[in-house]
């Protein structure tokens, strides 16, 4: 509702900054590749966006740790090592766990080190922030991540296979709309999903504001 | 190991293209496709840049299963990435500062484009040598390229068309995006499929 503004802003505010107001997959549009790729069924998206939480929060907070020590001219270099080890360590995680979603996700795990979200809020948050008010905001955004992923591939799912979480809600006469499960799918799901959010900030704001509700978040 | 190369071209340059198909590389795709002029040297640094990568994976894969230090080949992968990207950055800004400018955040970020690293991994799962890699790499960054320019191309009529308010921006690129992938659907069963 408000501006964002320069005073500091609270812990909850920190929270709940990544669920809605900077959205990573409706506002920011940050990583788009899995959310698109893996978000055929819902629980597909619901691991995709668990294990993706806990690389981002894992290293948030480390970045957050070192961010006086590592010299300028590196961070990048550093960000990305911690990432891809967090990314490994979450490989063999999902590999042990569970074969059968390790298998359904296949290389879009080991891609989670590539995921723009996570070396945006290195970069432009945890290197300024101290620990704790990095992993809020580590874990806002993981949150919102996880339900921008749910809200695509349930819709996917409902209306491509008729199932959601694998339970048939329609009974055996539903007709699956199979291309919605198919890469064109992803697509216009995502696509509407944006068309829906435009529609809704227009009518809050009915007059003069043309402003896009994105586009204004890149690192 | 039965694929034979006009195969896997073909597979990873229409059937499964790398944009529309797998959903690799698609930050770049939303961001640097508003300008044909644009849209084909970012292609270009982009199929460089996964050359490069392949190659590379291709050696440390090598050395990463014969040292038994399997854990260490994403890092191994990432760094290398990294490291061509600064090279084409470094070239870019001697040799053509105004594309550089151009390009702007999207060049150091081809370090973090799925495309590439996907590259790499693919060919690593796949188990293609040295010769199936190479023709892998190429015809993804084509792959690429070409989707970059179609919907460059396409985004460019768009301007000058009327569209309704509410759609306009990102919703509409992705529209636009799925009926381009719906038609590059019509390729499947060309080359190897999944």
Same mark, same amino acid.
């Given at each position: 509702?408000?501006?964002?503004?320069?005073?500091?802003?609270?812990?909850?505010?920190?929270? *709940?900054?990544?669920?809605?107001?900077?959205?990573?997959?409706?506002?920011?549009?940050?990583?788009?590749?899995?959310?698109?790729?893996?978000?055929?069924?819902?629980?597909?998206?619901?691991?995709?966006? *668990?294990?993706?939480?806990?690389?981002?929060?894992?290293?948030?907070? /480390?970045?957050?740790?070192?961010?006086?020590?590592?010299?300028?001219?590196?961070?990048?270099?550093?960000?990305?090592?911690?990432?891809?080890?967090?990314?490994?360590?979450?490989?063999?995680?999902?590999?042990?766990?569970?074969?059968?979603?390790?298998?359904? /996700?296949?290389?879009?795990?080991? *891609?989670?080190?590539?995921?723009?979200?996570?070396?945006?809020?290195?970069?432009?948050?945890?290197?300024?922030?101290?620990?704790?008010?990095?992993?809020?905001?580590?874990?806002?955004?993981?949150?919102?991540?996880?339900?921008?992923?749910?809200?695509?591939?349930?819709?996917?799912?409902?209306?491509?296979?008729?199932?959601?979480?694998?339970?048939?809600?329609?009974?055996?006469?539903?007709?699956?709309?199979?291309?919605?499960?198919?890469?064109?799918?992803?697509?216009?799901?995502?696509?509407?999903?944006?068309?829906?959010?435009?529609?809704?900030?227009?009518?809050?704001?009915?007059?003069?504001?043309?402003?896009?509700?994105?586009?204004?978040?890149?690192? | 190991?039965?694929?034979?190369?006009?195969?896997?071209?073909?597979?990873?340059?229409?059937?499964?293209?790398?944009?529309?198909?797998?959903?690799?590389?698609?930050?770049?795709?939303?961001?640097?496709?508003?300008?044909?002029?644009?849209?084909?040297?970012?292609?270009?640094?982009?199929?460089?840049?996964?050359?490069?990568?392949?190659?590379?994976?291709?050696?440390?894969?090598?050395?990463?299963?014969?040292?038994?230090?399997?854990? $260490?080949?994403?890092?191994?992968?990432?760094?290398?990435?990294?490291?061509?990207?600064?090279?084409?950055?470094?070239?870019?800004?001697?040799?053509?500062?105004? $594309?550089?400018?151009? *390009?702007?955040?999207? $060049?150091?970020?081809?370090?973090?484009?799925?495309?590439?690293?996907?590259?790499?991994?693919?060919?690593?799962?796949?188990?293609?040598?040295?010769?199936?890699?190479?023709?892998?790499?190429?015809?993804?960054?084509?792959?690429?390229?070409?989707?970059? /320019? /179609?919907?460059?191309?396409?985004?460019?009529?768009?301007?000058?068309?009327?569209?309704?308010?509410?759609?306009?921006?990102?919703?509409?690129?992705?529209?636009?995006?799925?009926?381009?992938?719906?038609?590059?659907?019509?390729?499947?069963? $060309?080359?190897?499929?999944?």
């Amino acid at each position: 509702m408000s501006l964002p503004g320069p005073k500091p802003r609270s812990n909850l505010e920190e929270l *709940l900054e990544g669920i809605w107001k900077q959205n990573p997959v409706f506002i920011m549009m940050l990583g788009m590749c899995p959310t698109l790729a893996v978000s055929v069924s819902a629980v597909n998206a619901l691991s995709m966006g *668990l294990a993706t939480g806990f690389v981002l929060s894992g290293s948030t907070l /480390l970045v957050s740790l070192i961010r006086n020590i590592v010299p300028r001219e590196v961070r990048i270099a550093t960000y990305i090592l911690i990432i891809a080890t967090f990314v490994t360590v979450v490989d063999y995680l999902i590999q042990a766990i569970s074969l059968a979603i390790y298998e359904a /996700l296949g290389a879009f795990i080991q *891609l989670i080190v590539v995921n723009c979200i996570i070396l945006g809020r290195a970069e432009a948050h945890a290197a300024r922030n101290p620990p704790l008010r990095a992993l809020l905001n580590a874990l806002g955004m993981s949150m919102g991540f996880t339900i921008g992923l749910l809200a695509l591939g349930a819709v996917r799912e409902i209306l491509g296979a008729g199932k959601l979480f694998g339970i048939s809600l329609f009974g055996p006469d539903f007709q699956p709309w199979v291309v919605m499960m198919l890469p064109p799918g992803g697509f216009f799901v995502l696509g509407a999903w944006l068309l829906f959010f435009n529609w809704f900030n227009r009518r809050k704001t009915p007059v003069a504001s043309d402003k896009p509700a994105q586009g204004h978040a890149h690192v | 190991m039965s694929e034979t190369l006009p195969q896997i071209f073909f597979g990873a340059l229409l059937a499964n293209n790398f944009v529309l198909a797998m959903f690799l590389g698609l930050c770049p795709f939303l961001g640097v496709s508003g300008r044909l002029d644009t849209a084909l040297p970012m292609g270009a640094a982009t199929t460089f840049v996964m050359l490069v990568a392949s190659l590379c994976a291709f050696g440390l894969n090598w050395l990463v299963t014969t040292f038994h230090l399997e854990f $260490l080949r994403l890092i191994a992968y990432i760094v290398v990435i990294a490291s061509a990207v600064q090279l084409v950055e470094m070239v870019l800004k001697k040799h053509s500062p105004a $594309l550089f400018r151009a *390009l702007g955040i999207y $060049l150091p970020l081809i370090t973090t484009n799925c495309a590439v690293l996907g590259v790499a991994l693919f060919q690593t799962a796949r188990e293609y040598d040295f010769i199936q890699a190479l023709t892998f790499a190429t015809a993804g960054g084509a792959g690429f390229s070409l989707a970059l /320019l /179609l919907m460059a191309g396409l985004r460019e009529r768009l301007q000058l068309a009327n569209v309704p308010n509410v759609v306009q921006g990102t919703a509409l690129v992705l529209m636009l995006a799925g009926l381009l992938s719906l038609i590059f659907m019509g390729f499947a069963g $060309l080359g190897a499929g999944e």
